[in-house]
């Protein structure tokens, strides 16, 4: 791996000056981090080979896990597709600049192979944040950016997160501030007329429906396990375990009152084991808890301020050494779907319903 012995940070609120510096990086071949509206980016050129290499080598990604290029308007996305359905183009119509990802058949030699890992398909989408769409456009070519975490540590949500991770992988970080949605894209692919949500994000099921109209099938992911797996489109990063933080984690689901309950007696007998133990709450309960740390994601009913939340609150875990997390699940409704998905990841199957 190339060392860098100096990461540029561009403060926020730089101006034109810092966004063309990070674009030339871009443009001769390095790697920058960025904002976007759903996590920071890690970005190089999506059609030179070596820079993308670069993107693997720092965050030390599996070179089977493909990566989502992010472009500045429409008609860039529709350059990297061999053909787009009237589905698929209504789906970008509507949520485009947005979190929502499409996986497209790819137009051959559109991106370097080591984008697709060697798939036939290319993942797509338009970002929404300003400091994203004026890089894009200053470099001038699709940008390649994955999650500007180390592979398996939570996605980074402020540009401290990035340093964390990447001080000295990368050329420089742009820092915008924190991001507004907190959670990764929706990854979704058409297939045979269904649109197959491969990864839950800020855009749900239920904003799809609305758009996919009457008679359009959505599958939510593992929604249905019989599913025979030929009929979906293939996402290879969903079988890494992501967002994990150091800590074992334990995530209880069901009754709140009984959750409460059960979080606690879980805490109680961890601790007695001599271990030290932390609870990711609602502020609701949070103030009821004995534990070596209590973290709270917001109001039990305000799943979009948890999401925003979580990534942070599990990188304070690790910072504060905890042996182990027990978790509050979240009603899963709107991103709430998005938000379980990600603590069933962090929590690596440990999971409870009372
Ligand atoms: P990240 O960039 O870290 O947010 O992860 C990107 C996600 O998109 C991973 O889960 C990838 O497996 C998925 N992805 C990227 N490209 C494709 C593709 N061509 N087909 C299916 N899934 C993809
Ligand atoms: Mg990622």
Redesign the pocket.
């Known amino acids: 791996m190339t060392v860098i012995p100096k990461t540029k940070y561009w403060p926020p609120g730089s101006g034109d000056a810092a966004v063309a510096e990070a674009a030339e990086a871009i443009v001769s071949g390095g790697v920058v981090a960025f904002p976007t509206e759903?996590?920071y980016?890690l970005g190089a050129d999506a059609r030179r080979p070596e820079a993308v290499r670069r993107i693997f080598a720092a965050?030390e990604?599996p070179a089977d896990?493909?990566?989502?290029?992010h472009v500045g308007r429409l008609e860039d996305a529709l350059a990297l597709a061999r053909e787009v359905s009237p589905l698929e183009m209504r789906l970008m119509e509507s949520f485009w600049p947005g979190p929502l990802?499409l996986?497209?058949p790819?137009r051959p030699g559109a991106v370097a192979p080591e984008?697709?890992?060697g798939?036939d398909?290319?993942?797509v989408r338009v970002p929404d944040h300003p400091l994203a769409r004026r890089l894009i456009a200053k470099a001038g070519c699709p940008v390649a950016?994955?999650?500007a975490?180390r592979s398996g540590r939570p996605?980074p949500t402020t540009a401290m997160h990035v340093l964390e991770d990447m001080h000295g992988r990368i050329d420089g970080v742009l820092d915008g501030g924190p991001t507004g949605i907190g959670l990764?894209?929706t990854?979704v692919?058409v297939k045979d007329g269904v649109v197959h949500i491969?990864?839950p994000g800020g855009i749900d099921a239920e904003m799809l429906k609305e758009c996919a109209g009457e008679g359009v099938e959505v599958a939510e992911a593992g929604a249905n396990p019989s599913d025979a797996e030929a009929s979906k489109?293939?996402?290879?990063?969903?079988k890494?375990v992501?967002y994990a933080p150091r800590g074992e984690m334990t995530l209880v689901t069901g009754d709140p009152a009984r959750m409460r309950q059960t979080v606690q007696d879980i805490v109680n007998r961890k601790r007695a084991e001599g271990r030290k133990v932390g609870v990711l709450s609602c502020d609701e309960h949070a103030a009821s808890y004995e534990a070596d740390a209590v973290i709270s994601l917001g109001p039990r009913d305000v799943p979009a301020e948890a999401a925003r939340k979580l990534f942070a609150a599990l990188r304070e875990c690790d910072a504060r050494e905890l042996d182990a997390i027990v978790a509050e699940g979240f009603p899963e409704r709107g991103i709430g779907v998005a938000l379980m998905n990600r603590m069933r990841k962090a929590a690596r199957g440990d999971l409870l319903t009372v």
Do not use: D, M
């Open positions: 759903t996590v980016g965050k990604r896990n493909p990566l989502i290029v990802t996986v497209l790819v984008v697709t890992a798939l398909t290319v993942a950016a994955p999650s975490n996605s990764e894209s990854v692919g491969l990864r489109p293939r996402s290879p990063g969903v890494y992501h």
